[in-house]
Every structure is written in structure tokens, then in C-alpha cells.
């Protein structure tokens, strides 16, 4: 299990290990939300 972690407890240019994942279509389009950034660079897939 992972250690709670909040802003104030982070240090400059620690690091931590973390559990490994798979950034899908939808964690973009929720970032493309949150941040209203809709720009083609964004959006262009690399085949």
C-alpha cells in the first residue's frame, strides 16, 4: 500500500516509487477538460 502523500509533504527533486499505469483516450480527454486544452497537438495520434 502507498503512503499517503499531501502537497506539504513534498520535497524538491524527491522521488518516489509508484505503481505502474496505462494512460488511456479517456485519462486525455478528462486533462483536455480539466485544463481546456482542445489544441490538435493534443488530440493528433502517432501511428
Not at 13 to 35: L, P, Q, Y
Request: net charge negative; hydrophobic share 30%.
Amino acid at each position: 500500500m502507498e503512503q499517503e502523500c499531501y502537497f506539504e509533504d513534498y520535497v524538491l527533486n524527491h522521488t518516489r516509487k509508484t505503481f505502474g499505469r496505462t494512460i488511456t483516450e479517456s485519462d486525455i480527454v478528462v486533462h483536455a477538460g480539466h485544463t481546456g486544452d482542445f489544441s490538435p497537438i493534443t488530440w493528433t495520434q502517432k501511428r
